[in-house]
């Protein structure tokens, strides 16, 4: 999988309705040692899910996969999660088609994910791009940020905390991103589902 030339910041661009505040390059070389989350990861009860690029992981069995194939410039929604009931992300008549996020407000206590790829051209962009602290995900370099209040679009859907992830790619200057919203109550406990979703994610040789 290679998704390509870096996307523009995607505030106003309704197709995805989540960007990093840095796009870049990851590569897959051996990431420094990082100081672990203040979150302690915990999944539960979960099923597994696979998406393109030989990428599988383990989620709570309470979220369901919502396999929503997008495309935006040089960035593909891959699939959603959540807990809540999702609507198709877009609307189109015989000449246009608008999309956005799949559902308009989170319940109370629920969860909306975004699984997406993209990618780079750029030399100059950091090996992992995006906001947050280096670690591993996969054994593939990573960065994850935590926030609360959220960073948008999570505020619009009346969250209260997002989480921040990307990937290094199979390829140079290729990444996944996955962006996470989270509503009261429960929010530690749905932080610590997502970072443990995180910690099953494997890479298909």
């Known amino acids: 999988m ?15 309705a989540w960007c990093l505040t840095a796009c870049g390059s990851p590569t897959a070389t051996r990431p420094t040692p990082a100081p672990p989350l203040a979150i302690t990861p915990v999944l539960g009860p979960s099923a597994t899910a696979r998406l393109p690029g030989r990428l599988s992981f383990r989620h709570p069995v309470g979220w369901k996969l919502s396999r ?8 593909t929604v891959l699939a959603y999660l959540s807990t809540a009931r999702l609507h ?13 996020l799949p559902l308009k407000t989170l319940p109370a206590g629920g969860v909306l994910i975004l699984w997406s ?32 209040p959220p960073r948008a679009p999570c505020g619009s859907l009346h969250a209260d905390a997002s989480i921040e992830v990307t990937i ?33 994610v494997t890479f298909a040789p």
Not at 68 to 75: A, C, M
Not at 90 to 99: F, H, L, Q, R
Request: glycine share 12%.
């Open 2 to 16: 290679r998704p390509g030339p870096a996307r523009p910041s995607l505030v106003g661009v309704t197709l995805l």
């Open 68 to 75: 929503y194939r997008l495309t935006s410039g040089f960035s």
């Open 88 to 100: 198709p992300p877009c609307v189109g008549t015989a000449t246009s088609e608008t999309c956005g």
């Open 117 to 148: 790829a993209s990618g780079s051209l750029s030399p100059n962009a950091p090996p992992v791009p995006g906001p947050g602290t280096p670690t591993t995900v996969g054994g593939r370099a990573a960065r994850v940020q935590v926030a609360s």
């Open 168 to 200: 290094a790619g199979s390829h140079r200057q290729d990444w996944y991103e996955v962006d996470a919203c989270i509503r009261s109550p429960h929010i530690r406990q749905s932080e610590a589902q997502v970072l443990g979703m995180l910690r099953t």
